[in-house]
């Protein structure tokens, strides 16, 4: 549905996008995320045809934007981080002055109030943008990004400034416009991108550093496992039990949060599954376990592990 190939873009002497190339499947939500100067606003315009590129090809649903820029745009609707609104029209002549610029050709009164009960907007129809909350604003900006039902939805940064109910309710319209749409979106928000999206690719630099799910990637740089366990018994003797199984690599003893019990940390040699070795044994000396979970890095520790690392070892100055 979308393939970016070999995408470069060069401001003189630096390189903003270094040669970079991502595919999206159709019906995919992807996660494109990076800190600022890493190259994502650029990469963004250029796959929506607002920027040119020095080198490489994007595609829209088989399109290239370079060689056929109108077929391109016509298979994508664009929500900017900024919403393109006009404040003194109301949403009816705003969605209807949107429907005439992209030379919509689906039945007007239907296609457009279809949109309307997609975005729950009907009931300020009538209202001028400007009159409206934040959150309905994105709502109108998102609904005109739907207008001529494009297959491809580029979403940048579609719930700043929204308060957490407005996050949610973006996020869930999101999902819901997934299982029609093939959507890239676009984040500094991780935990949304985490909730929300299939797939992520993380830029820094100007260049690719990761591209896989979320649950792939934490498994992945969660090499150094560790699990946190409370059990009730003596410190000592539990952490001597604990040490004495195989796959351990570490055992401490963190706190005491109830009365009788400790909180362990153990971290694990790479590969090693000790839950149940570990319960059998504490249950065989009457130890309780009261919980265990892992303690695997968040999404936010390898997206700041990734980008670090990559801008530590760049050189020549930061993406625009």
Do not use: W
Request: proline share 4%.
């Amino acid at each position: 549905m979308i393939e970016v190939n070999n995408l470069t873009k060069n401001y003189g002497a630096h390189c903003a996008v270094d040669h970079i190339s991502f595919h999206v499947n159709e019906g995919e939500i992807l996660g494109f995320l990076g800190p600022n100067g890493a190259g994502k606003s650029t990469t963004m315009n250029i796959l929506t045809g607002y920027l040119s590129s020095s080198d490489g090809s994007v595609k829209i649903s088989g399109y290239d934007i370079l060689e056929d820029p109108n077929a391109a745009k016509a298979n994508i609707g664009y929500l900017p981080e900024l919403p393109p609104l006009y404040l003194d029209m109301t949403v009816r002549e705003y969605l209807n002055f949107m429907y005439n610029l992209k030379k919509c050709t689906l039945p007007r009164a239907q296609h457009i109030k279809e949109i309307c009960q997609i975005m729950k907007i009907e009931n300020v129809y009538g209202r001028l943008i400007k009159n409206l909350s934040k959150g309905y604003r994105q709502r109108v900006g998102m609904a005109q990004a739907l207008i001529g039902n494009p297959p491809v939805l580029v979403l940048d940064e579609p719930t700043v400034g929204l308060d957490p109910s407005q996050i949610i309710e973006i996020r869930s319209l999101i999902k819901a416009l997934g299982k029609r749409h093939t959507i890239i979106l676009s984040s500094h928000i991780l935990p949304e991108v985490e909730a929300v999206c299939d797939r992520l690719v993380i830029i820094s630099g100007g260049k690719i550093v990761a591209d896989d799910t979320t649950e792939n990637l934490i498994r992945e740089y969660s090499s150094d496992r560790r699990l946190m366990v409370r059990v009730a018994g003596p410190a000592f003797e539990v952490e001597k039990l604990i040490n004495g199984i195989d796959g351990v690599k570490t055992v401490t003893a963190i706190t005491s949060r109830e009365a009788g019990t400790t909180d362990f940390a153990i971290e694990l040699n790479a590969g090693a599954d000790i839950r149940y070795d570990l319960f059998k044994r504490l249950s065989d000396r009457g130890f309780a376990l009261l919980s265990s979970h892992s303690m695997e890095r968040s999404l936010e520790d390898i997206f700041m592990s990734l980008t670090s690392e990559n801008f530590a070892s760049k050189k020549g100055g930061k993406a625009k």
